[in-house]
């Protein structure tokens, strides 16, 4: 066989990603745990519990793993609800824990990317109103200075806010997260609250760390229309599209809030991102629904061929990586995979959905597209909010009540990568070889196929 390579340049960043609730464990003065103890709300009654014990100090040897794999850099978040565990109450020990997990990253040679809000916020907070609360602006400036000023001297890349969007929805809109809310009026408060606590944030941290890159996490989702010569159902795509992936990330821009009806100028908003966070997973077809006006009239599904992951929470669209790049492209910012990944027991799929989504990644590198790293989710099987357990998107496989860890394939699979900057036809051959013909197609392909 001829070996090939999809290279990368220089300098180019491998990693994986965890959140602070996903695998600390015993965050129990937050939100979360609390809507964990609720009868119902998480599937099989599942908890965090313990998590993944980083917080007893497992995040030693799960980091020796990411650096052991090659990895250059870890994607982490900080706890809210440790840090200020009452309002302008500071917990120098949990500050000086993170401190010494991310030195720790440090010198395994894993630069950090610290995210500030991972989902989860103090109890206190939501007691009053949580996002909905206009005050959560200065409350969120005021941890975000104090966390900044504590570890300035060992992060300089930021994510302010993890997918503003897929907090505001679930939590707001679809009631399945706290706090259980089902009003589109009120996502529209919690992402006009959101904007301007990324905005001031943005601007507090440039201001105690002038040299510093901040940005935030977006979910980007690609909605296809179910029937691309509908009109219904390519207006249904169209606009939850428009909600769903542009409005954050719009308002980042020109500083303008686009709800679904008006719009706002926020302009202390605009220009606030030093690069673009982008976490991508897959795509979804669309159908106009009459019967769902709260869905913006759009039923969203897979289609019948769908390459499924096991639970079938994702399909693999590894084209979508591309439309998510393209998107995220026009925004004429570094961008930064800060998540891409799948939930796979059996580390069945996981290879070539691995192998395909960086053919994706690969395409855009050589386009001179600026694209500075790659973080997979997850480097360990972490608490899956309302799916619990139930979804290990680990390179590693974590059995929550023993804290035993047993390696995937994948883990090595991208090691492979990972040491070598590189994606080769050999390494396919091996881990997935089902997806040879994919990621490096034997027979000549129009460019608009590549
Ligand atoms: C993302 C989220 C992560 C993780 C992942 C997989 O939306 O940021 O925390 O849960 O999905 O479900």
């Not at 997260?177 to 529209?188: A, F, H, R």
């Amino acid at each position: 066989m001829i070996r090939a390579t999809l290279n990368f340049p220089k300098g180019f960043l491998w990693g994986t990603a965890t959140a602070a609730h996903q695998v600390e464990g015993d965050n129990t003065n937050n939100d979360w745990w609390a809507w964990e103890q609720q009868p119902g709300r998480i599937v099989q009654g599942h908890r965090s519990g313990k998590a993944c014990d980083w917080w007893g100090g497992r995040w030693r040897e799960d980091l020796d793993r990411a650096a052991e794999g090659g990895q250059n850099t870890h994607r982490l978040s900080i706890e809210w609800s440790r840090v200020e565990p009452s309002p302008a109450v500071w917990d120098e020990s949990a500050l000086e824990a993170y401190r010494e997990m991310i030195r720790g990253a440090l010198d395994r040679g894993l630069m950090p990317m610290v995210t500030l809000h991972h989902f989860t916020n103090p109890l206190w907070i939501a007691e009053q109103g949580g996002w909905l609360n206009a005050e959560v602006v200065p409350f969120f400036e005021r941890y975000v200075r104090k966390v900044v000023s504590a570890l300035q001297d060992l992060v300089g890349l930021w994510v302010t806010i993890n997918e503003p969007n897929v907090f505001s929805t679930l939590g707001y809109t679809l009631g399945g997260w706290p706090p259980g809310e089902k009003s589109v009026g009120k996502t529209m408060g919690v992402a006009r609250n959101m904007i301007l606590a990324h905005a001031a944030a943005y601007r507090a941290i440039h201001e105690i760390q002038p040299g510093s890159l901040v940005g935030l996490a977006h979910h980007y989702r690609g909605f296809r229309p179910a029937n691309p010569r509908s009109p219904l159902d390519r207006w249904t795509a169209r606009t939850r599209s428009r909600l769903v992936n542009d409005l954050f990330p719009s308002a980042f821009a020109d500083g303008v809030f686009r709800p679904l009806l008006g719009r706002e100028r926020i302009p202390q908003a605009a220009a606030t991102q030093d690069f673009f966070g982008l976490n991508y997973y897959t795509v979804e077809r669309i159908a106009f629904d009459p019967r769902l006006p709260g869905q913006l009239f759009g039923r969203g599904f897979y289609p019948e061929n769908a390459d499924l992951s096991p639970t079938g929470f994702l399909a693999n669209e590894p084209e979508g990586m591309w439309g998510a790049l393209t998107w995220a492209n026009r925004f004429g910012l570094p961008i930064y995979i800060t998540e891409n990944g799948v939930e796979d027991a059996g580390d069945r799929m996981r290879p070539r959905y691995l192998a395909m989504h960086l053919r994706q990644l690969w395409r855009a590198v050589n386009f001179n597209w600026p694209v500075r790293g790659y973080y997979y989710w997850s480097l360990i099987d972490n608490f899956e909010w309302e799916r619990g357990w139930t979804q290990p998107f680990g390179l590693w496989e974590v059995n929550p009540a023993t804290q035993e860890r047993r390696k995937r394939p994948s883990a090595d699979l991208y090691a492979e990568i990972c040491r070598a900057n590189a994606l080769s036809s050999e390494t396919v051959a091996r881990y997935a070889p089902e997806a040879l013909d994919q990621v490096f197609p034997a027979k000549s392909v129009s460019p608009g196929q590549a």
